[in-house]
Nanobody, 114 residues
Framework: QVQVVESGGGLAQAGGSLQLSCAAF????????MGWYRQTPHSQRELVAT??????TNYLPSVKGRFTISENDALKVSLQMNSLVPEDTAVYYC?????????WGRGTQVTVSS
């Protein structure tokens, strides 16, 4: 059974930075895609950034140039978030897709104050 564990997040001021980390465990096949999604109480969950096992990345247009996703070790990814804006406030979820598996973390809150 695939497990996804997140860490990081918290509170930052506008213009500040935060980092999220995620690790996946258990029965994961290559190829896979890991990434971060976010959701607010008034919006659907949206893709923020993903990275494939071959290193290809994809970003939400509004975070491109501010956020960077990287795979630091096998099945461990981080999301460096710079130049944060209040609109980045959301619960961020880590996700991994591998074969028929599509697993989510519990989510971590990111709050950006103006």
């Amino acid at each position: 059974q695939v497990q996804v564990v997140e860490s990081g997040g918290g509170l930052a001021q506008a213009g500040g930075s935060l980092q999220l980390s995620c690790a996946a465990f258990g029965g994961i096949q290559i190829p896979y895609t890991m990434g971060w999604y976010r959701q607010t109480p008034h919006s659907q969950r949206e893709l923020v950034a993903t990275i494939t096992s071959s290193g290809r990345t994809n970003y939400l247009p509004s975070v491109k140039g501010r956020f960077t996703i990287s795979e630091n070790d096998a099945l461990k990814v981080s999301l460096q978030m710079n130049s944060l804006v209040p609109e980045d406030t959301a619960v961020y979820y880590c996700n991994i897709q591998s074969g028929t598996a599509n697993s989510w973390g519990r989510g971590t809150q990111v709050t950006v104050s103006s």
